[in-house]
């Protein structure tokens, strides 16, 4: 989802609920830590050298049950962080702490922003001789445990 769209969603909702990819609800006291402008700088396997840019944001909770962040508050959170920052419409990725820092990515179930599980790739398949029918795709296991059986060709 792209900052704009998330700005949009925000301001049609009453409250504020984010669910995380095991459908767990992130508590309702949660706060938005940091805004951020990341960019990544690298070189895939295969001598490509890429640059990935990204807004971030990071929630977290703690014993401040009072605590509610409403979306008109969010909305000029990230308001400011556009001007100050200067964040282009780009992909937003969350932080939310898990066994350690989890990085998601976000959708939207029309209650509820969804953090979604964000997958690594080989950016460069054809130049490491992976030919695209073996390509191992995560969600593919999730649907069909069985695959990764011997045989099943997923390794």
Known sequence: MKLSELKSLITSQSQLS??????ELIPQHFHVTEVGSITKHFIDCGGTMRREHSVNFQL???????????????????????????????????????????????????????????????LAKEGCGIPAAQSFELDSLIANPNSCAPGGNCC
């Not at 984010?18 to 459908?23: A, E």
């Open 18 to 23: 984010f669910k995380l990819p095991n459908g």
């Open 60 to 122: 977290w909770y703690s014993d401040d049950l009072d605590h509610r962040l409403d979306p008109k508050k969010l909305v000029d959170i990230i308001t400011l962080s556009e001007d100050k920052l200067g964040l282009s419409d780009t992909e937003v990725e969350v932080e939310y702490q898990s066994d350690t820092i989890g990085k998601y990515g976000l959708d939207f179930d029309g209650t509820s922003f969804l953090l979604t599980a964000k997958q690594t790739d080989c």
